[in-house]
């Protein structure tokens, strides 16, 4: 097993919950993206760990679809000072002709919600396919 060495201010555990928050992902469903030796319980006793061996943490950020980088080095306190001293109503970043709006967890969150939307609709496909299935192996 290999642990990372970074700042002791950093919980990498608490940091993979955060993360999993804001893209709105249910610990079953890291879990379910982890593979058959996951379950929510031992994603919950994950995110309590301050540190996370370095395999594992890289298959979590490759799931969230973030740098490993961001969780391993993610400090609140830094975090907040960043953002108070950089950006501020209407921030944004301008290219010489292009106005971007600089908010790249809200695109994060857009990609895993239809990621999510489209999951749920396979499942509803399923659950439908299921129910003309049961139909016809009961009308036989």
Excluded: C
């Amino acid at each position: 097993m290999t642990h990372t060495t970074s700042n002791p201010k950093i919980h990498e555990g608490r940091n993979v919950k955060r993360f999993r928050e804001m893209l709105g992902i249910k610990q079953d469903m890291l879990a379910f993206e982890l593979g058959s030796d996951w379950n929510q319980q031992r994603i919950s006793t994950l995110e309590q760990r301050e540190k996370i061996d370095s395999d594992i943490l890289e298959q979590v950020a490759a799931i969230l679809k973030i740098p490993v980088e961001a969780i391993r080095n993610f400090d609140e306190e830094s975090a907040i000072n960043v953002i108070s001293n950089t950006f501020h109503d209407g921030a944004f970043i301008r290219s010489s002709e292009i106005t971007y709006h600089n908010n790249p967890l809200a695109e994060i969150k857009k990609l895993h919600e239809e990621k999510m939307d489209l999951y749920e609709r396979m499942l509803k496909e399923k659950d439908e396919m299921m129910g003309r299935l049961e139909t016809l192996i009961g009308s036989k």
